[in-house]
């Protein structure tokens, strides 16, 4: 069992104690990044930071200055050992507790079968695009996808549109182009989406449900998994295409590229 080390708020603890009455804790009031690794560096960290301080702003919550979550990232990598891949993560209550860990991250490499959400996601909710501790409803999918047979759920919004999965952006494509849903439709703008899109040609666009069924691949986009195929939407069967595994490809190599490991 690893003996990984963590920071709370100002200092390296072994262990930490979850603090009963913090109502940030019980009700899930904050805001969290979560960051792939590679042998110990972190990828687009000041992408997540940014969006950090955006979820924060959003929700009303004062950050912690900026070089304090730096100094805590710094401890936190430099104490614990390094792994191939990890999950840095960084979280900030509403109560002012800042608290950083990093763990191994095990990729998975299976296509994902998504299920559809039966609920509606609606694209003008007043938090949408914010990465909030308050998780309820983007579990409750997970597990209701898992508890089918699937891997993930697919949200669709009020005006029928694909807006995400659970965890990660979804990716379609058609005609030569890769595409993926617009902010509009209530996705969070991912960092690994953005990078697409900046780096990779991928276009904003709109996907209506019916449409699932016309597309040429599909795929979930998202910091820790990078780009996963998805090989099955409800009856709707995907190939695991060439330009699937390119991009998948590539865009790894990219990165690795961009950190020099």
């Not at 805590?72 to 614990?80: C, E, W």
């Not at 509403?94 to 959400?117: C, F, V, W």
């Given at each position: 069992?690893?003996?990984l080390?963590v920071?709370?708020?100002?200092?390296?603890?072994?262990?930490?104690?979850?603090?009963?009455?913090?109502?940030?804790?019980?009700?899930?009031?904050?805001?969290?990044?979560?960051?792939?690794?590679?042998?110990?560096?972190?990828?687009?960290?000041?992408?997540?930071?940014?969006?950090?301080q955006?979820?924060?702003?959003?929700?009303?919550?004062?950050?912690?200055?900026?070089?304090?979550i730096t100094?805590?990232?710094?401890?936190?990598?430099?104490?614990?050992?390094?792994?191939?891949?990890?999950?840095?993560?960084?979280?900030?209550?509403s109560?002012?507790?800042?608290?950083?860990s990093?763990?191994?991250?095990?990729?998975?490499?299976?296509?994902?079968?998504?299920?559809?959400?039966?609920?509606?996601?609606?694209s003008?909710?007043?938090?949408?695009g914010?990465?909030?501790?308050?998780?309820?409803?983007?579990?409750?999918?997970?597990?209701l996808?898992?508890?089918?047979?699937y891997?993930?759920?697919?949200?669709?919004?009020?005006?029928?549109?694909?807006?995400?999965?659970?965890?990660?952006?979804?990716?379609?494509?058609?005609?030569?182009?890769?595409?993926?849903?617009?902010?509009?439709?209530?996705?969070?703008?991912?960092v690994?989406?953005?990078?697409?899109?900046?780096?990779?040609?991928?276009?904003?666009?709109?996907?209506?449900e019916?449409?699932?069924?016309?597309?040429?691949?599909?795929?979930?986009?998202?910091s820790?998994?990078?780009i996963?195929?998805?090989?099955?939407?409800?009856?709707?069967?995907?190939?695991?295409?060439?330009?699937?595994?390119?991009?998948?490809?590539s865009?790894?190599?990219?990165?690795?590229?961009?950190?020099?490991?």
């Amino acid at each position: 069992m690893l003996n990984l080390k963590v920071w709370h708020n100002t200092q390296l603890v072994d262990q930490y104690q979850l603090p009963a009455l913090s109502a940030a804790w019980l009700m899930g009031d904050g805001a969290f990044e979560t960051i792939r690794t590679y042998l110990g560096k972190p990828f687009a960290l000041d992408h997540h930071l940014r969006r950090l301080q955006n979820s924060l702003s959003q929700l009303h919550i004062k950050s912690p200055l900026a070089g304090d979550i730096t100094t805590g990232i710094n401890a936190v990598m430099a104490a614990n050992s390094q792994f191939e891949y990890g999950r840095l993560r960084v979280t900030v209550f509403s109560d002012g507790q800042l608290l950083i860990s990093h763990m191994p991250y095990e990729i998975n490499t299976s296509p994902a079968k998504l299920m559809r959400y039966p609920d509606t996601k609606f694209s003008g909710y007043s938090i949408s695009g914010t990465k909030s501790t308050s998780y309820a409803e983007n579990f409750r999918a997970l597990r209701l996808a898992q508890s089918n047979g699937y891997d993930d759920c697919v949200f669709i919004n009020e005006k029928g549109e694909v807006v995400e999965g659970s965890m990660a952006n979804i990716l379609w494509f058609k005609d030569g182009v890769w595409y993926t849903p617009k902010t509009s439709s209530g996705a969070l703008p991912g960092v690994t989406r953005a990078m697409l899109i900046e780096s990779f040609g991928i276009q904003e666009s709109t996907l209506v449900e019916s449409d699932l069924g016309r597309v040429e691949s599909l795929a979930l986009v998202s910091s820790l998994r990078e780009i996963q195929g998805v090989e099955r939407y409800e009856s709707i069967l995907y190939p695991i295409s060439k330009s699937l595994t390119e991009l998948q490809s590539s865009f790894h190599a990219w990165v690795r590229d961009k950190l020099g490991v």
